[in-house]
């Protein structure tokens, strides 16, 4: 009976904390997020060979146990790209999974329609069949058709005809404008501060990732599954580990593509007056959100501004 007595007190002392530590988790936002890279295989960059890229990004994302991330591929590029159906062979080889992106990179405002539902029917042709393909388009530029709505509505009606769904991504924060800038730097011999140039890139994208999912929150009632927008580049090979490191001590758990495109979000489409960006903002843009409803940074005057200062160490241009 003492023994008994006992165990009730113990159990009475320790229920409150037990408790108040499940309501605390439960009361945690739960932060998922998984990756996607556009533009495979992209363009040789400043710092890798194409080939050390890959190999790099494979294991930053092993290392990260970043199981499956989704690469958007371009196969018109692979003529002047010899070793890009080895890169993509790794990739899906290393659990990743590859999807359309259109054959050659148009920008839907500056393509008639018909032309630019062609090009998507040539990469849809060449990736049929192919290990890893999943049935997503992600638009260039993230261009749905900008104010023409009879154009964004022919580009949706043939994606269903060809048995493909929006890829869409919620999460952007500019990481081309970021790479591009890094580059020329690069070859023009600039004094580039590679640190200050990591820490600018990962802040931003976890900047990006908190004030994204609090739209979404906002207008959804939730955090959906998110997907951020990456590009398969020298510079975001360069501090994924670090950005990888940043957003799960900021909370985030990464799901890998196919979890992420199983969420209800995938459902939306946004009649809104200018179709392109990500989806979280037209989203909240339909729904009434005033702006600015995306991430200030992505503004590349203001990132311009950040890279200069911080990256190249030049001093801030005056106000006026």
């Given amino acids: ?102 054959f050659s990179h148009p920008q839907l405002r500056d393509t008639d329609a018909q032309a630019y539902i062609n090009d998507i029917g040539r990469a849809a042709k060449w990736l049929d069949g192919r ?18 709505k009879v154009k964004r509505d022919a580009i949706r009606t043939a994606l269903d005809e060809l048995g493909l769904t929006n890829g869409y991504v919620t999460i952007d924060a500019s990481d081309w404008f970021y790479d591009s800038e890094f580059s020329k730097s690069m070859r023009a011999g600039k004094s580039v501060n590679i640190d200050a140039m990591k820490e600018l890139f ?25 997907v951020m927008l990456l590009h398969e580049s020298d510079l975001t090979v360069l501090a994924l580990p670090d950005l990888i490191k940043a957003l799960k001590a900021d909370g985030w758990e990464f799901i890998t593509a196919d979890e992420a495109y199983a969420d209800p979000i995938a459902k939306e489409m946004p009649d809104v007056p200018f ?18 409803r995306w991430y200030g940074r992505n503004d590349t005057r203001i990132a311009g501004l950040l890279f200069r200062e911080r990256v190249l160490g030049e001093a801030p241009e005056p106000e006026e």
């Fill in 131 to 148: 290990d890893g393909n999943r049935p997503w388009f992600r638009f260039p530029f993230l261009d749905e058709g900008g104010k023409d």
């Fill in 1 to 102: 009976m003492a023994f008994l007595r006992s165990i009730l007190v113990l159990f009475a002392v320790l229920l409150p904390g037990a408790l108040a530590a499940q309501e605390a988790a439960e009361a945690t936002p739960v932060k998922r997020i998984a990756l996607s890279f556009d533009d495979t295989p992209r363009f040789e960059g400043a710092l890798y060979s194409d080939d050390e890229r890959s190999i790099r990004l494979i294991a930053a994302l092993h290392d990260g146990d970043v199981k499956q991330a989704a690469f958007f591929l371009n196969p018109g590029k692979l003529a002047e790209k010899p070793g890009g159906h080895a890169r993509i062979a790794a990739y899906v080889a290393a659990g990743h999974v590859i999807a359309n992106h259109t």
């Fill in 202 to 226: 990962v802040e931003s994208h976890v900047g990006a990732a908190e004030v994204y999912d609090r739209i979404a929150r906002d207008t959804l009632g939730r955090s959906p599954a998110h």
């Fill in 275 to 292: 179709s392109q960006g990500t989806l979280t903002e037209m989203i909240a843009w339909e729904r009434g959100m005033p702006a600015p």
